[in-house]
């Protein structure tokens, strides 16, 4: 369908009026004044004339011509299925695994509403795969090693256009072992999000003494050698007081465990484990529980979650002469956020008083660290308004001999920084690319012009 409008606002009956009485003026007028021609000639001159007031009246009145086209375009629905091993597990009255279970409603479900929406489904388990068509569902196996609902729930968003998304549809057993909270995640969506639980409650008819592990929380990174911490939550019904053993295995090895007295009270017990990885790479980490004799269902009685251990990141020692913007800058947004940078913060907040701030475990400094040995932990050293008093000899040529092999040095300005913190004359100043005045050298407020020296 077409549309004809006036940008400026007249409508097209004004302009077909003002056309016809144009060209009824410039005939009249061409007639009297070249009459006397041949008609060939006349016409043709009238012609051309004709041409330039269509021309004129048109760029005067901007027609514009519109298009339409009717498009119908249905709603998306997007159906996101769990994958992972736990949904293997078959706790149903009726024998069906959990994903047998789900996998029957999708498709029930799509059948009936198939002709108002466009179905996507989204399998998933530590990671989401690529989008695919319901008809595709038979494909899929329960085989992954870990489940993260935050995962899929991004990846549903991406799964079609803001504006046709009208809803997610989760099919999971509502075991979450990742990174990233999905209840997080699904708050800043604006999308609405259905959750569809499969499987027996623990406390149904069909699982009265079992032991669960309901949550892994399981860091997607761990450093070598760092300490590290896993929690788990633990569920049981029908065995109040029953003592178990929870342990935590890295690929199969055990490398930590805790005795935990199991109660009958609504909601899940809550372990932390704390380890050291010391070989780098990918592992999968599980929290197992023995089975008691009792239970029914022995399978969700572990958890695993896979991460990466990796060497520590670049080591910063920050040290602070005053608590001043600055300070709070590079250690809140900066420092404390970079996942790959690992620092020791002090600020002197009396003489020689200082807080520290630090995301290293098990790293404690009781003053200024003093020593090489100390010092060569850190590979870059930021220094900021601190007295060059505060610093002896010893320390800051082991600062140099860090610097010179290979670590960074970075000086903040500041009221007794640099010059008027007294550095000229100290074993820093060699290192630094500036030189150096003395401590009443004060501001330069005259223009001056900087020289490269190297």
Not at 26 to 50: D, E, K, M, S
Not at 399 to 423: E, H, Q, T
Request: charged letters at 20%.
């Amino acid at each position: 369908m077409a549309e004809i409008s006036l940008a400026r606002g007249a409508s097209p009956l004004t302009m077909l009026l003002v056309l016809l009485v144009a060209a009824a003026l410039v005939t009249v007028f061409y007639y009297l004044r070249f009459g006397q021609l041949r008609p060939g000639q006349w016409r043709t001159l009238l012609a051309l004339r004709l041409t330039a007031v269509i021309l004129v009246v048109l760029l005067l009145f901007q027609p514009v011509v519109h298009f339409y086209r009717d498009r119908t375009q249905r709603p998306s629905l997007v159906f996101l299925l769990d994958c992972s091993a736990s949904m293997n597990i078959a706790d149903d009255t009726g024998g069906m695994t959990r994903f047998e279970q789900a996998r029957g409603r999708i498709l029930d479900w799509s059948e009936k509403l198939r002709n108002d929406f466009d179905l996507l489904m989204i399998p998933f388990a530590e990671r989401a795969f690529p989008v695919v068509s319901i008809a595709e569902i038979g494909k899929y196996r329960p085989e992954g090693q870990a489940t993260s609902l935050s995962r899929a729930l991004v990846a549903a968003v991406k799964a079609a256009p803001k504006s046709e998304l009208e809803a997610i549809f989760l099919f999971s057993d509502g075991i979450h072992n990742a990174a990233r909270s999905p209840r997080e995640v699904s708050s800043k969506m604006e999308t609405r999000v259905l959750a569809v639980g499969v499987g027996a409650g623990l406390r149904s008819s069909a699982s009265y003494r079992d032991i669960q592990v309901t949550a892994l929380d399981c860091p997607e990174r761990f450093f070598v050698n760092n300490l590290g911490r896993i929690k788990a939550s633990v569920e049981a019904v029908g065995l109040a007081g029953r003592v178990v053993t929870v342990t935590l295995y890295e690929d199969d090895q055990a490398v930590a465990s805790q005795e935990l007295v199991l109660d009958d009270q609504p909601g899940p017990q809550d372990l932390t484990f704390e380890f050291r990885p010391t070989v780098k790479g990918r592992h999968v980490y599980a929290v197992k529980i023995p089975p008691a004799g009792e239970e029914k269902i022995e399978e969700n009685n572990a958890r695993s979650a896979p991460a990466i251990v990796v060497q520590p990141g670049i080591r910063v020692l920050y040290l602070e002469g005053t608590l001043r913007a600055e300070y709070g800058a590079l250690v809140d947004r900066f420092l404390s956020k970079d996942p790959d940078l690992e620092f020791y913060a002090m600020v002197q907040t009396r003489r020689n008083v200082f807080v520290k701030r630090t995301n290293i475990e098990g790293l404690e400094f009781s003053g200024i660290p003093s020593d090489a040995e100390s010092l060569a932990q850190f590979d870059v050293f930021i220094i900021g308004d601190l007295d060059s008093s505060y610093l002896t000899a010893a320390q800051q040529e082991a600062v140099v001999d860090r610097v010179k092999s290979g670590a960074g040095l970075i000086m903040l300005g500041g009221y007794r920084a640099l010059g008027p913190g007294g550095y000229a004359a100290t074993p820093l100043a060699a290192v630094l690319p500036v030189e150096l005045g003395d401590r009443d050298i004060g501001q330069i407020t005259d223009p001056f012009l900087p020289e490269l020296t190297a």
